[in-house]
């Protein structure tokens, strides 16, 4: 999958599927699956990490991830997340970092933010960088926001997020993700730009939709937003078969003659 051909499924109507993954075995699941649009998100932070935020998730770490999974990725886009403080400060340290995602494989990163960042954007398009928005509920920045609260229910808020989008689309983003904010505030933006916006509680109406791994897998049950939905329970199953692994070991059970040498 290009950015070109992620830009296309939206003028061909078709909805595109996104998810995170962080390391190789993973990404080939994914691929496996027929999903062409990975994001190595900072997500890991919380899920792989154990963190309850991902404030603290550094760039070494999110190039490490990217190296994972692009390096394993055969067909899939590989967009990677730019980690709190690799992109905040100056639009020239911005540039810098997303240089190193490219030259680490992904294919375009993410940053949060909305106006306030067009001028990294612009600067990194500028340069053959991909960059993708996200508006709503930007995690990075949790205690501005006082929690991971749905954004835009209120008018004039919806109204900053619709101009955020048309400023970030205008400064060369070629896609958004929306977070956790109302289905018709969602749907104005979809209708009103004409890149593809990727939705994560952000209803229906988005071009496409993203889910972390780990949610969507039911492996981590910490914290489940309303938005999430679990197409799998790999947890119970993994807590199954550890259980029973330490029981057979205890017993004596494991390993039999089958799993000896003679
Ligand atoms: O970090 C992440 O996984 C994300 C998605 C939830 C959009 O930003």
């Known amino acids: 999958m290009t950015i070109l051909e992620f830009q296309q499924a939206k003028r061909d109507k078709k909805r595109l599927a996104v998810v995170t993954a962080y390391d190789a075995l993973f990404t080939r699941l994914v691929e496996q699956a027929g999903i062409q649009t990975i994001l190595v998100g900072d997500s890991l932070g919380i899920v792989v990490q154990g963190k309850p935020n991902t404030l603290a998730v550094t ?50 990163v993410k940053l949060e933010g909305g106006a306030v960042m067009s001028d990294r954007i612009k600067a990194m398009t500028s340069i053959g960088i991909p960059v993708m928005g ?83 897998l039911g492996l981590f049950d910490a914290f489940t937003p309303k938005f999430v939905k679990t197409y799998a329970h790999l947890k119970t199953d993994a807590l199954q078969a550890l259980s029973r ?18």
């Open 59 to 108: 760039m070494d770490e999110m190039l490490y991830h990217t190296k994972l999974v692009a390096s394993s990725a055969q067909r899939a886009l590989v967009i990677a997340d730019m980690p709190f403080m690799s992109y905040q400060a100056s639009t020239e340290e911005a540039v810098r970092n997303a240089g190193r995602f490219l030259q680490t494989g992904a294919a375009a």
């Open 134 to 216: 996200h508006l709503g509920m930007t995690p990075q920045s949790v205690h501005v926001l006082g929690g991971y609260k749905v954004q835009g229910k209120v008018k004039d808020r919806a109204a900053l997020l619709l101009e955020d989008a048309k400023v970030l689309e205008a400064a060369g983003a070629f896609g958004l993700v929306l977070e956790a904010i109302p289905v018709s505030v969602a749907k104005d933006i979809t209708d009103a730009i004409s890149i593809p916006t990727i939705g994560i509680g952000a209803g229906p109406y988005c071009d496409g939709q993203v889910l972390v791994l780990h949610d969507l």
């Open 245 to 262: 692994y330490k029981e057979e070991v205890e017993q004596g059970k494991f390993p039999s003659d089958s799993e000896s040498y003679h």
